[in-house]
């Protein structure tokens, strides 16, 4: 199962998503690929051991410049079972101006055609996008079984939401008709303030207007979530109030999967 995790804006919580995804599968068992395809690489710094500016990366997987592939690029992770198509540098960037430029044809099926070389030796995959609607983010979306939609209570926008699934409409009747809306997941909610509570209600509808499977229940904010990432610790390895948050990520592999396997 390939999932891109998707939302425009930045700080909505997709990258650590991800993390704690990827943490919820391993701990399963699973043989996890994370691939960064955001130019910012945060998730390569908290899931490998580090890499420097300069040393190969996904950007060289996708360029048409460089002779590496996607198995040449990949990084075991900081877990057993994990393994990372790391993004660091400006490399990326560079490779999303390529794609924007190019007038070659397929520029939008080159992380498609990537995954398909080593999508047998994982039994997930991560694909975590940068904050903008970008040749990076459609090759993702080409790529993947499904999107998952991140997003905040607070940050949330239906202009935003609208644009998003534009840009999902139009990968599924260019590029890759098979693809679905995975979820919707709502991170960051703080169920005790009005606002949320506000929030969540316009959230709600709006999700069962664009029938939009919401993953269940609601992320709550919680420090623990962003130290435990932030210093690429797993939630189960911490106290009971953190096992429990590191159950709901397990929750959501499962609601994702039985979404996609129907
Ligand atoms: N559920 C949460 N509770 C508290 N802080 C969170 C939560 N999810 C994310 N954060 C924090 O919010 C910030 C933005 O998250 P991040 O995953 O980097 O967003 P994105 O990848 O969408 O840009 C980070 O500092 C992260 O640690
Ligand atoms: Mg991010």
Redesign the pocket.
């Known amino acids: 199962m390939i999932l891109a995790?998707c939302?425009q804006?930045?700080?909505?919580?997709?990258?650590?998503?991800?993390?704690h995804l990827a943490r919820a599968a391993v701990t399963r068992g699973a043989r996890v690929l994370v691939v960064d395809a955001?130019p910012q690489g945060?998730?390569t710094s908290v899931l490998t051991d580090g890499i420097e500016a300069g040393d190969a990366g996904l950007a060289d997987a996708l360029s048409a410049h460089s002779e590496l592939h996607l198995p040449d690029v990949l990084l075991p992770g900081i877990w057993e079972g994990l393994t990372v198509a790391p993004t660091a540098g400006g490399a990326l960037s560079g490779v999303r101006d390529e794609l924007t430029t190019s007038t070659a044809p397929g520029r939008e099926s080159r992380l498609k055609a990537e995954l398909a070389k080593v999508a047998a030796e994982f039994d997930l995959v991560l694909i975590?996008c940068g904050?903008a609607l970008d040749q990076l983010t459609i090759n993702a979306m080409t790529a993947a079984d499904g999107v998952v939609i991140?997003t905040?209570t607070k940050l949330w926008s239906v202009n935003g939401l609208a644009q998003l699934l534009t840009t999902i409409n139009g990968v599924r009747q260019w590029y890759n008709p098979q693809l679905e809306v995975a979820g919707l997941i709502v991170?960051?909610?703080e169920r005790h303030t009005l606002a949320g509570l506000h929030w969540a209600t316009e959230l709600n509808d709006a999700a069962d207007a664009a029938e939009l499977p919401m993953l269940a229940p609601k992320?709550?904010?919680?420090?623990?979530?962003?130290?435990a990432?932030?210093s690429s610790r797993g939630l189960d390895e911490g106290d009971n109030a953190e096992r429990e948050l590191h159950q709901i990520y397990v929750g959501y592999l499962d609601q994702l999967a039985e979404r996609m396997n129907r």
């Open positions: 995790f939302n804006k930045g700080g909505v919580g997709k990258s650590t998503t991800v993390f955001d945060n998730i975590d904050p991140v905040q991170n960051q909610h992320l709550p904010k919680r420090q623990a979530i962003a130290d990432s932030e």
